[in-house]
């Protein structure tokens, strides 16, 4: 009998912003760890994390943008932008949600991992080391490729309106 290959999920929250004469923002970190130190392009994520099954896609959004961050999510309306499926396989959900927040009011969560490789020295990094409010076009730069769509998506939802 062979074993059922699970997806692997994760689930985000893509805050936005306009108005102030600056048009359209949103709010990406940048990802923490040695692997991501000195990358800009495509170094960027929505903050998300990986849910199990026995938690509701909404909640694990709501509780890794807290995690990520340091803060709880706005309140507001959520708006789902719906999946994509990232060069890893993972399947991604991300909704969108009007909102402020302050970049330099992040208190990231942390991840330990060995580093530098096979020293046998363990090393706790940020999740997340920085956060920006991006144009757009900043964001397409700096997000990872598969993420990109999310952007895309709520520009498409503001142009209608549904936003």
Same mark, same amino acid.
């Given at each position: 009998?062979?074993?059922?290959?699970?997806?692997?999920?994760?689930?985000?929250?893509?805050?936005?912003?306009?108005?102030?004469?600056?048009?359209?923002?949103?709010?990406?970190?940048?990802?923490?760890?040695?692997?991501?130190?000195?990358?800009?392009?495509?170094?960027?994520?929505? /903050?998300?994390?990986?849910?199990?099954?026995?938690?509701? $896609? +909404?909640? #694990? *959004?709501? @509780?890794?943008?807290?995690?990520?961050?340091?803060?709880?999510?706005?309140?507001?309306?959520?708006?789902?932008?719906?999946?994509?499926?990232?060069?890893?396989?993972?399947?991604?959900?991300?909704?969108?949600?009007?909102?402020?927040?302050?970049?330099?009011?992040?208190?990231?969560?942390?991840?330990?991992?060995?580093?530098?490789?096979?020293?046998?020295?363990?090393?706790?990094? /940020?999740?997340?080391?920085?956060?920006?409010?991006?144009? $757009? +076009?900043? #964001? *397409?730069? @700096?997000?990872?490729?598969?993420?990109?769509?999310?952007?895309?998506?709520?520009?498409?939802?503001?142009?209608?309106?549904?936003?």
């Amino acid at each position: 009998m062979t074993a059922e290959k699970t997806t692997r999920r994760s689930a985000g929250l893509l805050l936005f912003r306009t108005g102030a004469g600056r048009g359209l923002e949103v709010f990406i970190g940048h990802m923490g760890g040695p692997f991501w130190a000195g990358r800009e392009e495509a170094a960027w994520s929505v /903050p998300k994390g990986e849910y199990g099954p026995d938690e509701e $896609p +909404e909640a #694990a *959004a709501r @509780r890794e943008f807290e995690e990520e961050f340091g803060h709880p999510a706005p309140e507001g309306a959520w708006v789902a932008l719906g999946e994509a499926r990232q060069a890893s396989g993972k399947t991604v959900s991300v909704w969108a949600l009007e909102g402020e927040a302050d970049p330099a009011a992040a208190v990231p969560g942390t991840f330990s991992m060995e580093w530098p490789r096979k020293s046998g020295t363990l090393r706790e990094f /940020p999740e997340m080391d920085r956060f920006a409010w991006c144009t $757009p +076009e900043e #964001a *397409a730069d @700096r997000l990872v490729k598969g993420q990109r769509v999310f952007v895309d998506r709520l520009r498409e939802r503001l142009a209608e309106g549904g936003a």
